[in-house]
T-cell receptor, first 114, second 117 residues
Framework: AQSVTQLGSHVSVSEGALVLLRCNYS??????LFWYVQYPNQGLQLLLK??????LVKGINGFEAEFKKSETSFHLTKPSAHMSDAAEYFC????????????FGQGTTLQVKP | GAVVSQHPSWVICKSGTSVKIECRSL??????MFWYRQFPKQSLMLMAT?????????EQGVEKDKFLINHASLTLSTLTVTSAHPEDSSFYIC?????????????FGSGTRLTVV
């Protein structure tokens, strides 16, 4: 069975500071991992995904994440936070069932202070 | 890129009435669509998986007679909340799996805010 744990339900950074959102996963099969962002009253937008190959994945808006199998982690980072990055972030793993459903973490609210 | 249109974006209905939410894949065929429910400040809870031309697969604890899902074509899935009650008020989001992207393409609709009064 697959599961995702996001450490820290709320992260606050200053504008221009490093953003680090933590995600650990559990998977019985090689994982497909995703990071999504959600703005208020909107759906989810894909930031990046890891399937196979290079473990450092670059996404949109300057975000990147590194797949570390030994640590079962897929942390999301951005070197310099912008005010517009304030949102809810979800880490997800694709389930191993035939339906291919995504299993989401609890979410992390990112606050960016001026 | 892949686009999923979800309609309406918000709806207010009276208790006891039914509400239909549509989810359309605009530029790809989606043999599988997913319906989620999201409570305030919480993660997405998968309600059901919708497969074109077959019955939906509901997650444990989701009432299939209350949340009717129809996936009649490769581009349209609908969720009908029957006999809605205030406790059904929530944010509902659909997601379509783009087979053209293999196992990697999941596109989300913009969500529907349902308020039952």
């Amino acid at each position: 069975a697959q599961s995702v744990t996001q450490l820290g339900s709320h992260v606050s950074v200053s504008e221009g500071a490093l953003v680090l959102l933590r995600c650990n996963y559990s998977s019985s099969v090689p994982p497909y991992l995703f990071w999504y962002v959600q703005y208020p009253n909107q759906g989810l937008q894909l930031l990046l995904k890891y399937t196979t190959g290079a473990t450092l994945v670059k996404g949109i808006n300057g975000f990147e994440a590194e797949f570390k199998k030994s640590e079962t982690s897929f942390h999301l980072t951005k070197p310099s936070a912008h005010m517009s990055d304030a949102a809810e972030y979800f880490c997800a793993v694709k389930g191993s069932s035939n339906t291919g459903k995504l299993i989401f973490g609890q979410g992390t609210t990112l606050q960016v202070k001026p | 890129g892949a686009v999923v249109s979800q309609h309406p974006s918000w709806v207010i209905c009276k208790s006891g009435t039914s509400v239909k939410i549509e989810c359309r894949s605009l530029d790809f065929q989606a043999t599988t669509m997913f319906w989620y429910r999201q409570f305030p400040k919480q993660s997405l809870m998968l309600m059901a998986t919708s497969n074109e031309g077959s019955k939906a697969t509901y997650e444990q604890g989701v009432e299939k007679d209350k949340f009717l899902i129809n996936h009649a074509s490769l581009t349209l899935s609908t969720l009908t909340v029957t006999s809605a009650h205030p406790e059904d008020s929530s944010f509902y989001i659909c997601s379509a799996r783009d087979q053209g992207q293999g196992n990697y393409g999941y596109t989300f609709g913009s969500g529907t805010r349902l308020t039952v009064v």
